[in-house]
């Protein structure tokens, strides 16, 4: 069953803008925190930014200043407002629960979305 999708990557110049988006299910976003999970070509995944379900939030260092997390209790989303785009931000991006547990976010690893910044 498909719980977590993610969507809005693309193709985007450098200093350019995106905004990727995270439809969760109902059980998932009304319980745990969220965070976006990027992954560069031949590299490990890391957290880039995680939000509480109090809307508290916190960002790795790389995208501070650049990026935002926001969620939307109503359409159970969680969004990433990428700005100032780099060519080192370019990865898979995924979405998962946050404050939570290793073995339960890998119940829900999806596909992600490519994010892939050139000129």
């Known amino acids: 069953q498909v719980q977590l999708v993610e969507s809005g990557g693309g193709l985007v110049q450098p200093g350019g803008s995106l905004r990727l988006s995270c439809a969760a299910s109902?059980?998932?976003?009304?319980?745990?925190?969220m965070g976006w999970y990027r992954q560069p070509p031949g590299k490990q995944r890391e957290l880039v930014a995680a939000i509480t379900s109090g809307g508290s939030t916190n960002y790795a260092d790389s995208v501070k200043g650049r990026f935002t997390i926001s969620r939307d209790n109503a359409k159970n989303t969680v969004y990433l407002q990428m700005n100032s785009l780099k060519p080192e931000d370019t990865a898979v991006y995924y979405c998962n629960v946050e404050g939570s547990s290793r073995s339960h976010r890998g119940d829900y690893w999806g596909q992600g979305t490519q994010v892939t910044v050139s000129s």
């Open positions: 109902r059980s998932i976003f009304s319980l745990y925190g």
